[in-house]
C-alpha cells in the first residue's frame, strides 16, 4: 500500500496532480448478480465519495470523474431519467461534506441540457465551494470531449479573435476545464480500453490505466496498484 499522504511521482519526479477516472461497469456489475441497472449505479455511487477520500490522503489535489457522457443520453429513457436524479442527489446530499473537505465543485458538460432543478443544485454546490483550496472536484457531466472543443472553438469566433491568433494554449483556455493542470493519469475500470471522449483534449500526454474491476468493485487497493505503475512509468512528453 501507498502510504497516506504521499504525493505520488514517476521516476522522473512529477507530481501526480490531477487523476482522471472513467466510472465503467455500473450495469454489468448488476447484471452478474441478476440485479436491475440501477441497483449497480446505486453501488457505483457508493464508490465515489469512498475515492474521494483515498485520493485526498494520498495527495492527488483535483480528481475528474466521468459521470455522464453526452452518448448515455440515448440509452432507456427509464434508465437516463434515474441516472440524472442520482447524480442530482448525490450532489445536493454530499456537497456540504465535500465543502468540508475542502474540495472546489466543478461541474463539466452541457449544463442547459439538465433538468432545472439539477442546474439549480449545481449552482449552489460550484458557489458553495468556490473558495475552497483543498482541492478540485470536476464531474463530468453530459460531458463529451469533441463536444468540449467545439464548444471552445466557438468562445473563440464569438470573441472575434483572428484564426491567425489562434494557439493551443488559447484553446485550453476555452475548454470546461479552463485553468486546471492536465491529467497525469487517467483510469478507466471494467476492462474496457478506450478513453470514450474523456478529456479528448487534455489527455494528449496523460498516462492511461486500465483495470479489469467493475466500478462497484473498484476498491483502495486497486487504486494503489494504479498509482503504483503510475510511479513506475518515464514520463518523456515526447523529449
Known sequence: MIEK??????????????????LDGNRRWAKS????????????????KEV???CKAK????????????????????EVKFLIKLIEMSIREDMKEIHREGYKIKIIGEKDKLPKSFQKVIKEAEELTKDNKGGILNLAISYGGRLDIVQAVKK???????????TEKMIDKNLWTADVPHPNLIIRTSGEQRLSGFLTWQSAYSE?????????????????????????RQRRFGK
Request: overall charge positive; some cysteine; aromatic content about 10%.
Open 5 to 22: 499522504s504521499q504525493v505520488i511521482k514517476t521516476v522522473n519526479k512529477e507530481v501526480l496532480y490531477h487523476l482522471g477516472i472513467i
Open 208 to 232: 492511461l490505466y486500465f483495470s479489469k474491476k467493475l466500478w462497484p468493485d473498484f476498491t483502495e487497493k486497486d487504486l494503489d496498484k494504479a498509482l503504483k505503475e503510475y510511479a513506475q
Open 156 to 166: 473563440i469566433i464569438k470573441k472575434g479573435i483572428s484564426p491567425d491568433d489562434v
Open 52 to 54: 474521494c477520500r483515498w
Open 33 to 48: 448478480k441478476n440485479l436491475p441497472a440501477i441497483i449497480g449505479h446505486n453501488e457505483g455511487k457508493k464508490r465515489v
Open 59 to 78: 495527495g492527488i489535489k483535483i480528481i475528474t470523474l466521468y459521470a455522464f457522457s453526452t452518448e448515455n443520453w440515448e440509452r432507456s429513457l427509464k
